[in-house]
């Protein structure tokens, strides 16, 4: 069985910075001390999104 996670957040310019930080891994530190950043090009994202920019929009 397939689910997803949606949050719907009101973040402001520095939260969603950090959300970003977070969901794509790049923290230096760690809460989880289990984590080895020795084997994290064996990580694979799913699906990536293309970058949408204002002027992408408008054409």
Not at 13 to 20: I, L, N, P, V, W
């Amino acid at each position: 069985m397939s689910y997803a996670i949606i949050r719907n957040d009101k973040l402001t310019r520095a939260e969603s910075y950090g959300a970003y930080i977070h969901n794509d891994r790049k923290a230096k530190n760690h809460s989880n001390k289990d984590i080895n950043p020795i084997r994290t090009h064996l990580n694979f994202i799913v699906r990536r999104m293309k970058q949408h920019t204002l002027e992408n929009l408008i054409e």
